[in-house]
């Protein structure tokens, strides 16, 4: 298992064009807006452009980087305040429910993290990620073994955010539409020429931790089985579901 020192991906770097590529898609976003349930107030933690925020309650977003909370501002979000997972300036039970959506990997000590939501809120508690043990049932795991084997580094197992969340948690396997406009890697299973254009790669955090001659070595081995027939042969089912449920995870921790 790679081991890795800092998990937090330079956005002010490469997220330039982030909101491009990784925007909300309405059917997972009625998954998330269901487990919010009645909460009338919501803080958005590594809130990024703005993806899943609930336009019908009052939403306080926090995001550390300048070049997202730009992104915001572009797209009519809320302002976001300048600040991080495990240093929240706000006080104890301050949100009805918060929200943490597909960031929790960012943060450097995710259990601090956690706990800070944990205070803030008074509710409930809702986090979208990736099962890490589920990385590897797709077929970017035999093209990207490399980055998959990044990913895993990253996320938290499902069983340690339950734990610090206090156990009383709710997990959805959510299904990935084929034309889901969330740019993550499980987004273009029955697409996948997108991950030959380098913007898609660049809205995807985990190819940053890989060295240019790696992605460069893993990009050409999925543009040559595409360009011979080699992907079809393997893989082109995909291409004809209309949903694909893999990693993707909604979890819901009831305070």
């Not at 487990?35 to 958005?44: F, G, I, R």
């Not at 996320?155 to 709710?170: H, N, S």
């Not at 997108?194 to 060295?211: D, I, M, N, P, T």
């Not at 990009?219 to 089985?225: A, E, G, I």
Request: negative net charge; glycine residues 6%; proline residues 5%.
């Amino acid at each position: 298992m790679m081991e890795m020192n800092d998990p937090s991906f330079n956005y002010d770097k490469h997220g330039q064009k982030y909101s491009g590529y990784r925007q909300t898609d309405p059917r997972i976003a009625a998954y998330v807006h269901q487990a919010l349930d009645s909460a009338k107030t919501v803080l958005n933690i590594g809130a990024g452009a703005g993806s899943y925020e609930p336009e019908d309650r009052y939403v306080v977003a926090v995001e550390p980087s300048l070049v997202m909370r730009s992104q915001r501002q572009k797209l009519g979000k809320v302002p976001a305040i300048q600040a991080t997972a495990d240093a929240l300036p706000f006080d104890d039970n301050s949100f009805d429910a918060s929200m943490a959506m597909v960031t929790v990997h960012h943060w450097p000590d995710i259990r601090k993290g956690l706990d800070e939501l944990k205070r803030v809120t008074k509710d409930r508690i809702i986090i979208m990620t990736f099962d890490p043990d589920a990385l590897g049932n797709f077929w970017n795991a035999h093209y990207f073994p490399e980055l998959i084997e990044v990913e895993k580094a990253r996320y938290p197992t499902i069983d340690f955010i339950k734990q610090a969340l206090g156990g009383k948690c709710d997990i959805q396997t959510i299904p990935v539409p084929f034309d889901c406009i969330d740019g993550f890697q499980e987004a273009f299973y029955g697409r996948p020429e997108a991950f030959l254009e380098k913007e898609v790669r660049l809205s995807q955090s985990a190819w940053g931790f890989l060295s240019d001659e790696t992605e460069n070595m893993l990009v050409k081995r999925l543009s040559d089985d595409l360009q011979s027939g080699e992907w079809d042969r393997k893989y082109g089912e995909y291409r004809a579901k209309a949903n694909f449920t893999c990693a993707l995870r909604l979890i819901t921790a009831k305070l």
